[in-house]
């Protein structure tokens, strides 16, 4: 069974940089595609960033392009989000997210994905 547990999140004024963490257990973060998604207070849970099994490629939602870089620690077991020039609008609970696969592939959906965290808040203040 994997687990995965965010960390990171917290108060921020607009402008600032922050990195998540998401530490996965129970298997190798090399056999598994890892997803960053976020919801907004009201609003439904949307896809941030992605990164394949093999580590590349990586891909992002166009609301945080040029802002964050998604990355991983394979001996630590750890995903990152680095999410620079943060806007109100990014305020949200992040969660990651894990299915097992291979090779080069990334997903931008919800259902693709069988394992998530439970969360990180981030509030952006203006």
Request: net charge neutral.
């Amino acid at each position: 069974q994997v687990q995965l547990v965010e960390s990171g999140g917290g108060l921020v004024q607009a402008g600032d940089s922050l990195r998540l963490s998401c530490l996965v257990s129970g298997h190798t973060l090399s056999e598994y595609a890892m997803g960053w998604f976020r919801q907004g207070h009201g609003k439904e849970r949307e896809f941030v960033a992605a990164i394949s099994a093999s580590g590349a490629p990586t891909y992002y939602a166009g609301s945080v392009k040029g802002r964050s870089t998604v990355s991983r620690d394979v001996a630590k077991d750890t995903l990152y989000l680095q999410m620079n020039s943060l806007k109100p609008e990014d305020a949200a609970v992040y969660y990651c997210a894990a299915r097992s696969a291979r090779g080069t592939y990334y997903y931008t959906q919800i259902p693709n994905y069988d394992y998530w965290g439970q969360g990180t808040q981030v509030t952006v203040s203006s």
